[in-house]
């Protein structure tokens, strides 16, 4: 399909155990967000990439978490040393411009989201 | 502080009748606004948006959304709810400068019943 996808769907980890999620983002998007959404809450940001730059990971709530887009397309979300706050689901969304096009204020296209679970 | 506020946590309405899904947002400058919609087990799906020019704002499915500057609000409209629109309902704001970071309200439960 044409849209962003994210696996796994679920993921069940033990407590301390590092996980990997990722996303595959609509073909072509220069934008790429990750966003965590803790039960009964909205999305909160976690982290921005431009192509591969990472231009903003404000919202990365601490050091083991880390994200990567080494060549623009596919981006990983690492969770290291997982806790059970870290249980949420984590959103992908891409959209089609960056920051040097910011004339155009375009949409986010999400992801299903991976459901993570640490026991 | 930017911040988004649902006041309602959840809107009941019957079938045919019209609905609305309030939202108020807190921004300095001006705020591109947006309203997505979430289906269980699915990712968000987009609605609608507010950038500039017209305050009524027609997006997919037959929803409307009316910017208020002076009452800084966003309020998603239906004129006939439908039992599919049952789903659960965010309002998000961006800044007018920089990228597309969202800010997301904590959502509206929206039941429509028969």
């Known amino acids: 399909g044409a849209g962003v996808s994210q696996s796994p769907r679920y993921k069940v980890a033990k407590r301390g155990q590092d996980v990997a999620l990722r996303c595959d983002p609509i073909?072509?998007?220069?934008?790429l967000f990750w966003y965590q959404q803790a039960l009964g809450q909205g999305p909160e940001f976690l982290t921005y990439?431009?192509?591969?730059?990472?231009?903003?990971k404000s919202g990365l709530p601490s050091d083991r978490f880390f994200a990567e887009r080494p060549e623009g397309s596919v981006s990983t979300l690492k969770i290291q040393r997982t806790q059970q706050e870290d249980s949420a689901v984590y959103l992908c969304?891409?959209?089609?411009?960056?920051?040097?096009?910011?004339?155009?204020?375009?949409?986010?296209?999400f992801g299903p989201g991976t459901r993570l679970t640490v026991l | 502080a930017q911040s988004v506020a649902q006041p309602e946590d959840q809107v009941n309405v019957a079938e045919g009748n019209p609905l609305t899904v309030k939202c108020t947002y807190s921004v300095s400058g001006n705020p591109y606004l947006f309203w997505y919609v979430q289906y269980p087990n699915r990712g968000l799906q987009f609605l609608l948006k507010?950038?500039?020019?017209?305050?009524l704002v027609k997006g997919s499915y037959g929803f409307e959304a009316e910017f208020n500057k002076s009452q800084t609000s966003f309020h998603l409209k239906k004129p006939s709810a439908l039992v599919s629109d049952s789903a659960l309902y965010f309002c998000a704001v961006r800044l007018s400068g920089g990228y597309n970071k969202l800010i997301f309200g904590a959502g509206t439960r929206l039941a429509v019943h028969p």
């Open positions: 073909s072509g998007h220069v934008s």
């Open positions: 969304a891409s959209s089609s411009w960056g920051i040097k096009t910011s004339g155009r204020v375009n949409e986010q296209f």
């Open positions: 990439f431009q192509n591969e730059a990472q231009l903003d």
């Open positions: 507010y950038i500039t020019g017209d305050n």
